[in-house]
């Protein structure tokens, strides 16, 4: 029976979403988009199929996510930095609609936490792959450093923000 199922989002349109099933990779999934108008944005009915169809999988589960708190960065532009955080706005949404309790990660702190700081997103990608060998084979990619950053946020957020919340 599984006992946790951590879910770690990325929320850009490249970013993903992965599930830890008792500390172990589960389904990851590249962020779910749709074309509206003259832009992509993420499918927020997609992302919460997949959400609530990977929850339905482990019954009785204590289930939880991390989200990656995103900001505008110096050098955005505008529309980059409004689009980058409707996309997290979007994710946050699904979560709570689905009554999904989360955490928000802020990019350097769970770097820091898993030495990364400083580095650049390929040395996510390695450290997922040295953390996760059965994973390595949906990282293989240069271009998955999305779907290493929602496994490492998984565990960012099982490792700092579960200790008594699973008790509760």
């Not at 708190?69 to 409004?82: E, L, M, N």
């Not at 030495?115 to 990608?125: Q, S």
């Not at 792959?129 to 990619?141: H, M, N, S, T």
């Not at 960012?156 to 699973?166: P, S, Y």
């Amino acid at each position: 029976m599984t006992l946790r199922v951590t879910f770690g989002i990325d929320p850009g349109l490249s970013g993903a979403v992965a599930a830890l099933v008792d500390g172990e990779p589960g389904p990851i999934l590249d962020m779910p988009t749709a074309q509206a108008g003259e832009w992509r944005e993420v499918d927020a009915a997609a992302l919460a199929d997949w959400l609530d169809g990977v929850r339905a999988q482990h019954p009785g589960a204590y289930v939880s996510a991390c989200i990656e708190k995103v900001g505008a960065r110096p050098g955005d532009g505008g529309t980059s930095a409004f689009r980058f955080g409707d996309s997290y706005g979007q994710a946050r949404g699904v979560l709570a609609v689905l009554g999904i309790p989360y955490s928000r990660a802020i990019p350097a702190v769970w770097k820091r936490h898993m030495g990364l700081l400083g580095t650049d997103k390929d040395a996510a990608r390695q450290l997922a792959i040295a953390r996760f060998p059965g994973a390595a084979p949906l990282l293989q990619r240069k271009k998955d450093h999305g779907r290493a950053d929602a496994l490492l946020l998984a565990l960012w957020h099982e490792n700092t923000q579960l200790l008594g919340r699973m008790a509760a």
